[in-house]
């Protein structure tokens, strides 16, 4: 008995709807995504205020330090404590020298850990004081609502 | 003479999309795994003059601030607001802020063009962080819908209580 041959021609089913709408979810993801993380820190939650909003434009010569609930500052890579912030904050006084600014140009936007004792706050704003910062942002984020 | 012209074969014509669709779905799953959503934040600005050896500003301002003394129990957490030494409010921020509109020129409306009073935060040293913005949050202003009406623009810390 001979069989019948089938046609060996590959079926391909139309890709179009499916590749537009994965480019679609690429450009959404690629336009939220965010590799700055300087600004972040899974060790820090910050505590929450009805009146926090993203400031109208980006401070002049932001310097982002946080500070942990066990007192421990947090620079970029660098980790430090309270006390020794000082030799952290020269690196970012001599960046601003070689940009022809000082340190009372900078704005040192502080992310407290929302359990942090306050006087620990305040003692990291006294070191900068003495580096010649004179611009603190503290930095909160936005009250969930139910 | 006649000159035959091959046709292309039609069947031939489609694009090879495979590894385009791999790069793509490994492009989607890159930015799917690394997505995070992240709550909005702002700031608060923080006045802080440089200080003398003596704990004063080096420029001290002629009108007196408002002094908010924060008192902390065992815990860290807030057990009283005082204001200038004299007014207490227990832990309730919302008569902090009540008090804080009646302080200010345009009450409710904020103080317009002005900064406002100035307030001077003088807190326990072990007082947790997130009473202090508690505390910031309702003197420096209050929400309507979506508008922020600002209180105060001044805030300054008192020398830390160790």
Request: glycine letters at 8%.
């Amino acid at each position: 008995m001979r069989l019948g041959k089938h046609d060996t021609k590959m079926v391909e089913g139309d890709m179009t709807a499916m590749i537009d709408m994965v480019f679609q979810l690429i450009a959404f993801f690629m336009v939220l995504i965010n590799f700055s993380q300087d600004d972040q820190n899974e060790k820090i939650s910050l505590p929450e205020s009805e009146l926090a909003k993203p400031a109208d434009g980006p401070l002049e010569s932001p310097i982002v330090i946080h500070l942990d609930k066990d007192a421990r500052v947090y620079m970029g890579a660098n980790e430090a404590t309270v006390d020794s912030v000082k030799v952290l904050l020269g690196t970012e006084v001599a960046v601003l020298k070689s940009n022809q600014k000082s340190a009372a140009d900078g704005n040192i936007i502080i992310r407290a850990h929302r359990n942090a004792a306050g006087g620990k706050v305040q003692d990291l704003i006294a070191k900068c004081q003495e580096m010649g910062f004179e611009k603190f942002a503290l930095r909160v984020k936005e009250e969930e609502h139910q | 003479m006649a000159m035959r012209v091959k046709t292309p074969d039609r069947a031939d014509a489609t694009l090879q999309l495979t590894s385009m669709i791999d790069v793509v779905f490994l492009l989607l799953i890159f930015f799917v795994m690394t997505f995070r959503i992240a709550s909005q934040e702002g700031d608060f600005s923080v006045k802080m003059p440089l200080q003398n050896a003596g704990g004063q500003p080096l420029e001290p301002d002629a009108d007196l601030p408002i002094k908010l003394r924060l008192k902390a129990d065992a815990s860290g957490s807030l057990s009283d607001i005082l204001v200038n030494d004299n007014q207490s409010f227990g832990k309730d921020f919302v008569k902090l802020r009540a008090f804080i509109m009646q302080m200010t020129p345009g009450g409710a409306n904020g103080p317009g063009n002005s900064d406002g009073p100035e307030v001077e935060l003088d807190l326990d040293y072990h007082l947790r962080y997130e009473f202090i913005i508690g505390a910031i949050t309702s003197v420096t202003g209050h929400r309507q819908g979506d508008e922020v009406i600002r209180l105060v623009n001044r805030i300054k810390f008192a020398p830390p209580r160790k």
